[in-house]
């Protein structure tokens, strides 16, 4: 069985970091490219990120660039997101999803872990 | 960036009605790349419809994905207690962009 958990959210003021972490199982975590998307309160879903297999190519959301670094350890079969300079904005649901279908949509998603910045 | 908008937004039905949700692009959806999910509240969402119309593994038949290009609708044909929840959509034909979501609720 697929599965995703992330951790790492929390209570977090302006300007500070947090790094979230998404542990995977029940498939070869080296095979994927994984995204890293969020959902604000109220509002619809955005990708922030996403990583290629190896994580020697990486993309990023314009409003999280310079402050949010996408990687990956295969060993551990984990996923994370440093996020640096935290800003009021970034509050939100922050899931981690798998790129298993055909031009990289995501197919298996977490249960999502909360970040706010306040 | 492909702009998904979803409607309605609330779907107030009763167990057992058909239920049929929209989806609609900015632009053309590169090679019908449209999948929808289910999300129930503290859930992860769950993969119902890829590629437009290919149901994802497990998927009870009852759920059915049509359309192309711009447009594209989920049909629910009858409704069961467990499929009361908030559905979106996401493409990937360029980029990953997701629709705003519909909520079908109980009537």
């Known amino acids: 069985e697929v599965k995703l958990v992330e951790s790492g959210g929390g209570l977090v003021q302006p300007g500070g970091s947090l790094r979230l972490s998404c542990a995977a199982s029940g498939f070869i975590f080296s095979n994927y490219w994984m995204h890293w998307v969020r959902q604000a309160p109220g509002k619809g879903l955005v990708r922030v990120s996403h990583?290629?297999?190896?994580?020697?190519?990486?993309s990023y959301a314009d409003s999280v660039k310079g402050r949010f670094t996408i990687s990956r350890d295969n060993a551990e079969n984990t996923l994370y997101l440093q996020m640096n300079s935290l800003r009021a904005e970034d509050t939100a649901m922050y899931y981690c999803?798998?790129?298993?279908?055909?031009?990289?949509?995501?197919?298996?998603w977490g249960q999502g872990t909360l970040v706010t910045v306040s | 960036e492909i702009v998904l908008t979803q409607s309605p937004g609330t779907l107030s039905l009763s167990p057992g009605e058909r239920a049929t949700l929209s989806c609609r692009a900015s632009?053309?959806?590169?090679?019908?790349?449209l999948a929808w999910f289910q999300q129930k509240p503290g859930q992860a969402p769950r993969l119902l419809i890829y590629?437009?119309?290919s149901r994802a593994s497990g998927i009870p038949d009852r759920f059915s994905g049509t359309g192309s290009g711009t447009d594209f609708t989920l049909t629910i044909s009858r409704l069961e207690p467990e499929d009361f929840a908030v559905y979106f959509c996401q493409q990937y034909g360029s980029s990953l962009t997701f629709g705003g979501g519909t909520t079908v609720e109980i009537k």
């Open positions: 632009q053309s959806v590169s090679s019908n790349h």
């Open positions: 999803a798998r790129a298993g279908l055909t031009a990289g949509g995501a197919d298996y």
């Open positions: 990583i290629n297999v190896d994580g020697s190519t990486t």
């Open positions: 590629g437009a119309s």
